[in-house]
């Protein structure tokens, strides 16, 4: 993450009333856009005071969440494992999540079409994508490890080993990694 980077996520959340370390985490950059993790959606739709959703159905083949505007219900939206397979979600490059995490990724789904079409005076005139929706590749797990559900190709980068002026974090995170061993 480059300290331009880091300014355009916490800048996007301010406008958003997000802070600083939240706008880091559920922020996320992809081919000149700007996405946001579910989680963060979900905050953003609940705390503008205005819209609001509830879950009507969670499984593994659907996720259905009802949006409100005042308390009024205004629509509904729904994403479905067959939605999945139009989109090619299934058999892609994110196959490996579609298989682990199904409901959580129906749930984001529906969730970032909600948010589009019936919440979008929350987000400031910016349409909230997912990582994944504009073509993010989570990256392929390490034997024996989860995957992240960070789907931010910024998030991966290392740029403290291409940079001198990073050149101190990996000494860092080596002396966090000696302590935790301690204990």
Known sequence: LSPAQAAIKILAGQELGVGPVASAMGIHTSHGKLSYSANLMAEIIQRSGRFNF????LTEEIASLAFTDMGVEVGRSDFTVADAKTADLLTGPNAALWRRYRRNLLFARALSNGAKWFCAGAFGGCTPYTPEELGEVAPAPK??????????SDYYKEPW????????????ASDDQAWARRD
């Open 54 to 57: 509830r879950i009507l159905a």
């Open 161 to 172: 080993k291409e940079s001198a002026e990073f050149s101190h974090i990996e000494s860092i």
């Open 143 to 152: 034997p024996g490890r989860e995957p992240d559900l960070i789907l931010d």
